[in-house]
């Protein structure tokens, strides 16, 4: 038979004994852990809500991609009331309020910890023209006044007092007079046409869409429809500048491309008519 141990009632009252110091020893390094995580988060918050955490002006906002814009007006479109603390800002939601504006197709904001402060990122539209729109007589002049704008390549339209501050050197060297809403449809390929032009052109009037007026480095060329025959009719500027010897350049007062079979040169008294296949 196996032998039976005894275990005496002194042996009995030791394991107790342990036990009931282990557990007091987890109850106490639990109750140091709640008080350590408490003061931790405690301190956290307070060192949180320190004015260091403020932003003071603009000048805590850090803004990167403009090229437009500047740093100034992106700043101000923020609409952020200071002192401003840090963690009160929503990135989120200036973002989104920054992508609405325009001029700006892209923008994000983000919070800098060191020093404290916001990181703006913007990406904005590229204007290709200058747009002179006129608008309705001024009530007191009563005389048209006219709006000035940038457009770019996909007609979207920004006022030009949103870039107070730009450079004369940054904005496009093309112009576009007339109603924006009547070269909507068509400006795109116009532009690229134009573009594309050996011969420089430097505006182009659509006050007429039915007859669109280009001044160029060789005076005033009429292209009728933009829509009609455009790559034909651009192709013939080239060709203007070789045209017969009997036409004096400098007394054109404009040249006719309605018709890509024919060039048609008004001079000061008479009109020229000149087969579009001449060399």
């Known amino acids: 038979m196996p032998e039976i141990l005894s275990v005496s009632s002194t042996d009995l009252e030791g394991r107790r004994e342990k ?3 282990n557990r007091q020893i987890k109850i106490i ?7 350590a995580l408490t003061g931790l ?10 004015p260091v955490w403020v932003l003071k002006s603009n000048k805590d906002i850090t803004v990167s991609g403009n090229y437009l814009l500047s740093d100034e007006a992106i700043q101000s479109k923020m609409q952020l009331s200071y002192p401003k603390s840090l963690w009160r800002i929503q990135p989120s939601r200036l973002s989104a ?44 002049s009563k005389n048209k006044k006219t709006i000035n704008g940038l457009l770019d390549i996909n007609g979207v339209w ?18 576009l007079i007339g109603e924006l809403q009547q070269c909507l449809s068509f400006w795109k390929q116009l532009y690229q046409a134009v573009s ?22 060789l005076g005033l060329v009429h292209i009728g429809s933009p829509t ?52």
């Not at 988060?41 to 320190?50: A, K, V």
């Not at 920004?158 to 112009?175: C, F, G, Q, R, T």
């Not at 594309?196 to 480095?217: A, F, G, H, R, Y």
């Not at 500048?241 to 008294?269: C, G, K, W, Y």
């Open 29 to 35: 390094s639990a109750i140091w852990r709640t008080l």
């Open 196 to 217: 594309k032009s050996s011969v420089k052109i430097m505006e182009v009037d659509c006050q007429n869409p039915n007859n669109i007026i280009l001044k160029t480095q």
């Open 41 to 50: 988060t405690g301190g956290l918050l307070w060192f949180l809500t320190q």
């Open 97 to 140: 309020s920054l992508k609405g504006e325009p001029g700006i197709t892209q923008a994000t904001v983000s919070r800098r910890l060191f020093p404290p402060g916001l990181i703006v990122k913007v990406s904005e539209i590229v204007p290709v023209a200058i747009t002179q729109t006129p608008n309705l007589p001024d009530d007191k």
């Open 19 to 21: 036990l009931r110091r």
């Open 158 to 175: 920004v006022p030009k007092e949103n870039y107070k501050s730009i450079k004369a050197d940054k904005l496009p060297s093309l112009k």
């Open 228 to 279: 009609s025959k455009l790559p034909e009719k651009m192709k013939l500027l080239t060709k203007i500048r070789r045209l017969p010897a009997q036409v004096n350049m400098s007394q054109i007062e404009f040249i006719d491309l309605t018709n890509p079979e024919t060039i048609l040169v008004q001079m000061n008294h008479k009109k020229v008519r000149i087969n579009s296949q001449t060399p």
